[in-house]
């Protein structure tokens, strides 16, 4: 069974940045992608992007200029860095893993979602 | 970006009842990269359709996925108590992906 694990601040200034790290047990890190979603309060799902095993990453557009997602093969874990953070960011913070090696992939194992609230 | 709208906002049902859920994208989704995901409160959001129409492991058979193109569809063929939740669309076809505003299902 493969688990995934958020880790990171639950509290955050304005214009700091957050960094969470997700750990992976279970299973492998390598061949698959890896994602970074977040949901505010009581709204939707937003995708913020995904890293390959390999370290190749993908970003959503409306937050590319903020965010670096990275890995660490060798720790099974992989890593969000979103800079300059307002109120807009807080939300529900989850890790999940492609459903498939495919770079076309839903997601299947998600972590159980970590709440960062950014606050002075 | 590709928009997912999905209807109604809200269903109120009664359990053995059949639910559809709709979701309708801005432009086709390619090769139908659509998953649908089931959310309870508190909760991850958890893989139910894959391919518009694959069941994900361990889904029960009363869960069903249809659609193409731009128009998607959920069913539940007979609603048990458990199914309260929250449904998302989501399409993985093109950058960036995108999930629905969500589908809540409550009961009478």
């Known amino acids: 069974q493969v688990l995934l694990q958020e880790s990171g601040p639950g509290l955050v200034k304005p214009s700091e940045t957050l960094s969470l790290t997700c750990t992976v047990s279970?299973?492998?890190?390598?061949?698959?992608?890896w994602s970074w979603i977040r949901q505010p309060p009581g709204k939707g799902l937003e995708w913020i992007g995904h890293?390959?095993?390999?370290?190749?990453?993908n970003y959503n557009p409306s937050l590319k200029s903020r965010v670096t997602v990275s890995v660490d093969t060798s720790k099974n874990q992989f890593s969000l860095k979103l800079t300059s953070v307002t109120a807009a960011d807080t939300a529900i913070y989850y890790c999940a893993r492609s459903y498939s090696v495919s770079y076309y992939s839903p997601f299947d194992y998600w972590g159980q979602g970590t709440l960062v609230t950014v606050s002075s | 970006e590709i928009v997912l709208t999905q209807s109604p906002g809200t269903l109120s049902l009664s359990p053995g009842e059949r639910a559809t859920l709709s979701c309708r994208a801005s432009q086709s989704v390619t090769s139908s990269y659509l998953a649908w995901y089931q959310q309870k409160t508190g909760q991850a959001p958890r893989l139910l359709i894959y391919g518009a129409s694959s069941r994900a492991t361990g889904i029960p058979d009363r869960f069903s996925g249809s659609g193409s193109g731009t128009d998607f569809t959920l069913t539940i063929s007979r609603l048990e108590p458990e199914d309260s939740a929250v449904y998302y669309c989501q399409q993985y076809g093109n950058s960036p992906r995108t999930f629905g505003p969500g589908t809540k299902i409550d009961f009478k």
């Open positions: 890293i390959y095993y390999s370290g190749g990453t």
């Open positions: 279970g299973g492998p890190i390598i061949n698959y992608y």
